[in-house]
């Protein structure tokens, strides 16, 4: 293995990606993708598009999947503190409406990979966080589909507290995963 440690999570699709650090008094340098490494680690996938984005304490992002063009994500937090969160959407799948957390921050450079099939979202802790993600699908107007951030069933536990969490007017009215038709050509 090169200079990443791939860590499977609990629910077969998702991954934790820790990069070596490699610091000295100047600073540090790091590899934050190296596709030779991902695929000694099992991630043989080829990502088209790279997005960022800025947000401040409390937004949170999400949950939102791509109903006929899935994406899988590689997601890392470059500023701030973000708990990311995939919930499995995918309606054969064992783990179905089962949702798995990690903490992303500019200080532990872990990074996420979220496979196709997933709903995907992000709450920052921090009072501001860049966010990367690599994906691999092109980003398809209309076809974004998403899933209630505070689902009952699915009962995500974010670390901050309800009356600290802001959402967007769409992210608001996203419906539970029961009520949500989910699709996927792949």
Not at 78 to 85: C, T
Request: aromatic share 12%.
């Amino acid at each position: 293995m090169g200079k990443i440690t791939v860590t499977k999570c609990p629910i077969e699709g998702l991954y934790v990606i820790e990069p070596t650090v490699f610091q000295d008094e100047r600073g540090y340098f790091v590899e934050t993708y190296n596709q030779n490494d991902m695929k000694e680690a099992g991630l043989d996938m080829e990502f088209v598009q790279d997005n960022q984005s800025m947000s401040k304490k409390g937004i949170l992002r999400g949950l939102h999947f791509q109903k006929e063009h899935p994406q899988g994500k590689l997601v890392r937090a470059i500023r701030g503190r973000v708990y990311d969160v995939a919930v499995d959407i995918r309606k054969n799948s064992e783990t179905y409406g089962q949702w798995y957390g990690v903490e992303l921050s500019a200080e532990n450079k872990k990074q996420f990979y979220v496979s196709e099939g997933f709903a995907h979202g992000y709450l920052v802790l921090s009072e501001e966080a860049e966010f990367c993600y690599k994906v691999t699908d092109f980003y398809h107007p209309g076809d974004e589909g998403g899933i209630a951030w505070n689902d009952r069933d699915i009962q995500i536990d974010w670390p901050l507290p309800e009356n600290e969490i802001t959402l967007n007017e769409r992210d608001r009215n996203w419906k539970p995963l029961k009520d949500t038709k989910v699709h996927f050509k792949k």
